[in-house]
Every structure is written in structure tokens, then in C-alpha cells.
């Protein structure tokens, strides 16, 4: 199974910004889609932004025009920039993958986020 490879994580103050990167370990044929979801301590994973093969994106109410997904099918690397981040933004954020050439969604470990004066 393809692994993801989360960074660009960290601890940063109110309306800071961070860029998080997502690698796959190798290249991947027909992507559908790849993303993010995150988790906070206490709550269930939810989606934060995906981004098909075509470029449509989708993003979680909560991060519009404060975040901007981005991807390179090529490399199989997508990214997430983090605008004005607020401290409910705190979360370990994991990268995610879609592919007709993968029997089952690829998910990362996953990278910490952190956001706090």
C-alpha cells in the first residue's frame, strides 16, 4: 500500500499561517481526488479540503477563504495553505488519497497542528 507523507505541522500564534505538504512514496496512476481531513482531542476526524484530478475543490465551511488546497497529480503531492489560523484550528491534520489504482483510500499519519498565544 502507497504511504502518505505529512509535513509543514507546528505551533503557531493567532493568525499565523502554515503550509502543510503530502507526499505519496510512490507515484500514483489515476487519481481521483486527494485532501485533508483533521482530528481534534475529544472530537471525530472531519474533512477539511479535497481536490479532484480536474481541480475542483471542496472545502469545510469553517476554513473557507482562510485556507487554499493545492495539488500536482504528476507527484502526487498535494498541499494545504493555512491562512489566519485560529486556536479551533488545532488539530492533527492527515492527507488523503483516491485512486482507481488503489483498492482503498490512502490516509498519512498525520501532522499537528498547533495554534496558541
Known amino acids: 500500500q502507497v504511504q502518505l507523507v505529512e509535513s509543514g505541522g507546528g505551533l503557531v500564534q493567532p493568525g499565523g499561517s502554515l503550509r502543510l505538504s503530502c507526499a505519496a512514496s510512490?507515484?500514483?496512476?489515476?487519481?481521483?481526488?486527494m485532501g485533508w481531513y483533521r482530528q481534534a482531542p475529544g472530537n471525530e476526524r472531519e474533512l477539511v479540503a479535497t481536490?479532484?484530478?480536474?481541480?475542483?475543490?471542496n472545502y469545510a465551511d469553517s476554513v473557507k477563504g482562510r485556507f487554499t488546497i493545492s495539488g500536482d497529480n504528476g507527484k502526487s503531492t498535494v498541499y494545504l495553505q493555512m491562512n489566519d489560523l485560529k486556536p479551533e484550528d488545532t488539530a492533527v491534520y492527515y492527507c488523503?488519497?483516491?485512486?482507481?489504482?488503489?483498492?482503498?483510500?490512502?490516509w498519512g499519519r498525520g501532522t499537528q497542528v498547533t495554534v496558541s498565544s
Open positions: 488523503i488519497l483516491d485512486s482507481t489504482s488503489l483498492r482503498r483510500r490512502a
Open positions: 481536490i479532484t484530478s480536474r481541480g475542483s475543490t
Open positions: 510512490e507515484r500514483i496512476s489515476s487519481i481521483v481526488a
